[in-house]
């Protein structure tokens, strides 16, 4: 029974979510520590009778430095800057300056004092703001560096670990705000979510089988066509602005859809996958679909495009708009005009998931079990 108890433990690994995102332990509290034990053994021994500056970049090394600082045998002074370059988990490429220098670092001894070193564009920026100073000697101090990331030459003369590229939160990291109080670090989980693109042109069947395609793999099914009508009929601003593209058979424009898009896969933190229906429509949404994905840790898995014969989309959809009180449906220009816009617009997106070899085509023309047949050989293959 112990033993069990032991294996569980060993097994149950504690995840934490910050926002929409989930994060698992990567470095322990324990290892932190000796780590930085190390780096103040070297700087103890360096900075003998110096008394330099620390120099904090807030806001992540704050927590980093105290220790740092804690640890540190003679006499030293603090100061801070403050620097922002990321957002959500990756980083801007440009660093603003959020809170500059108010001492003179004029013949000081400074070590600049960084919770983290990736691109080093933000060392960059920090050696910019030195450059005037005429600075005795500066050197930097980080708790962690990724040298597949670093793009930079400066020489880093205190690290206490090298980590590989990943997104991490904790002691004094964030992800937009959240994670900076954890005591341990913890990065991004690998999410093994099952994304699927649902391709194919109006009439092809794509809402029909994703609706049972959503629970046998208990995935989410976004089709931005119901967001839009449900935004029609709420009366909503998005509604009224989607409403004259779609009346027309036109596509909605790009960024209200991307928008739209990224709140609605927002909404389910911790899905098993997305069942993307009617999205991406143009390559621009393609790439932010992959964007998207990829700040999550995940991506999209295949596209499964329905294959069926323009004259049949025609029929079905003129058979469905007898009934489903779509504006869309019920004349047969409106529907034609849809179809042109499917091979004008949407269908080189096959080229962009076939270069991904995420491409597969199914037969959308048989019973609709039939079909769900086929799409779930393509699902289980994956
Ligand atoms: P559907 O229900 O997928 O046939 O979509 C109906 C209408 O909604 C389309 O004709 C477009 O006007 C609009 N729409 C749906 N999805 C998108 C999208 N990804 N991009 C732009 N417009 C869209």
């Known amino acids: 029974m112990i033993r069990i108890l032991i294996f569980a433990a060993l097994i149950f690994i504690v995840l934490i979510q910050l926002h929409d995102l989930r994060f698992e332990p990567f470095i322990s509290e324990g290892k932190i ?89 933000t060392l960059e920026e920090i050696y910019r703001i030195l450059e005037k100073e005429n600075s005795t000697d500066v050197r930097i101090a980080t708790l962690f560096f990724k040298p597949e990331a670093y793009q930079k030459n400066f020489r880093i003369n205190y690290i206490g670990m090298e980590i590989p590229n990943n997104f991490i939160v904790g002691y004094g990291l964030d992800y937009n705000g959240l994670g900076r109080n954890l005591t341990q670090i913890y990065k991004l989980k690998k999410e093994n979510m099952t994304n699927l693109v649902l391709f194919g042109p109006p009439g092809a069947g794509k809402g029909t089988q994703a609706n049972f395609l959503k629970d046998k793999y208990k995935l989410v099914h976004i089709s931005t066509g119901d967001v839009f009508r449900y935004n029609i009929k709420n009366e909503t601003s998005l509604g009224l602005h989607a409403k004259s593209f779609m009346d027309q058979g036109q596509l909605v424009p790009d960024n209200v859809t991307i928008e739209m898009l990224g709140a609605e896969v927002d909404k389910n933190p911790g899905a098993n996958g997305f069942i993307f229906d009617g999205f991406p429509r143009t390559v621009a949404q393609a790439e932010a679909l992959s964007e998207l994905l990829k700040e999550k840790n995940t991506e999209v898995a295949a596209m499964i495009a329905l294959e069926v014969d323009d004259e049949v989309l025609v029929e079905r959809l003129l058979e469905r708009g007898k009934t489903s009180g779509r504006n869309d449906d019920a004349d047969e220009d409106i529907i034609r005009n849809r179809i042109h816009v499917y091979y004008e617009e949407t269908a080189i997106l096959k080229q962009f998931y076939l270069k991904e070899n995420k491409y597969y085509g199914v037969d959308g023309v048989g019973t609709i079990s039939e079909i769900t047949e086929r799409i779930s050989r393509v699902i289980d293959s994956l």
Do not use: H, W
Not at 39 to 62: C, E, H, T, W
Not at 83 to 96: E, F, H, K, R, W
């Open 33 to 121: 520590n000796t780590a930085i034990d190390a780096m103040s053994d070297k700087i103890n021994q360096d900075y003998n009778g110096k008394n330099p500056v620390f120099l904090v970049v807030l806001n992540g090394a704050f927590m980093v430095a105290s220790e740092i600082i804690k640890r540190f045998d003679g006499d030293c002074e603090v100061a801070f800057v403050k620097l922002g370059s990321y957002q959500g988990t990756a980083t801007t490429g440009n660093v603003d300056t959020l809170l500059g220098l108010n001492i003179s670092l004029q013949d000081r001894y400074v070590v600049i004092i960084e919770d983290i070193v990736d691109t080093g564009i």
